[in-house]
């Protein structure tokens, strides 16, 4: 049995509440197929959030992001189907590329740069996939490139046009 709830409350009690729902123990009732028994066991509630998260990252990381996330593509998982669909128009997301033939072709490293004129060491992009966490890819959605300035903590004015994480 599922029970879909919204919370609110003050932070420290939320936490407090969510480990006294993960603390709950009930009687869970199963009928050995092979014996042909009742059997009876001990089952923990499960608190599982369903939440709604968004990942900022630069457009040239498209592959390393969704290739260690292991999405392959337009995933229209059945649990999902109706409500990605929903909320990728109301979120007004594009829908996940497909996987090009032959796989993501994943770096294994942030691309090399530059830090105020200075090269950048490459970052290792690790693996994002974890075995217990359900990921249902929803959609992506472009940032703006634009000009923007910036001022310096010592006054001086600079301008990049850059994408607008």
Same mark, same amino acid.
């Given at each position: 049995m599922h029970l879909i709830l919204l919370t609110r409350g003050i932070l420290s009690q939320m936490e407090d509440w969510k480990a006294l729902m993960r603390a709950q123990?009930?009687?869970?009732?199963?009928?050995?197929?092979?014996?042909?028994?009742?059997?009876?066991?001990?089952?923990?509630?499960?608190?599982?959030?369903?939440?709604?998260?968004?990942?900022?990252?630069?457009?040239?990381?498209?592959?390393?992001?969704? %290739?260690n996330l292991q999405i392959e593509g337009p995933i229209e998982r059945p649990e999902i189907k109706s409500i990605s669909?929903?909320?990728?128009?109301?979120?007004?997301?594009?829908?996940?590329?497909?996987?090009?033939? %032959?796989?993501?072709?994943?770096? %294994?490293?942030?691309?090399? %740069?530059?830090?105020?004129?200075?090269?950048?060491?490459p970052i290792p992009a690790n693996n994002m996939y974890m075995q217990g966490v359900a990921v249902y890819p929803i959609g992506i959605k472009e940032d703006i490139t634009k000009d923007y300035k910036f001022k310096l903590e010592n006054g001086e004015e600079v301008e990049y046009n850059q994408e607008g994480l």
């Open positions: 123990r009930f009687p869970w009732k199963r009928k050995n197929l092979k014996t042909g028994e009742e059997e009876q066991d001990v089952v923990q509630g499960a608190l599982r959030p369903i939440q709604i998260w968004e990942y900022v990252f630069p457009e040239e990381s498209l592959n390393d992001v969704l %290739g669909w929903a909320l990728r128009k109301m979120l007004k997301l594009k829908q996940i590329p497909k996987m090009p033939e %032959g796989g993501y072709k994943v770096s %294994g490293y942030t691309p090399l %740069g530059t830090i105020n004129g200075k090269p950048m060491a």
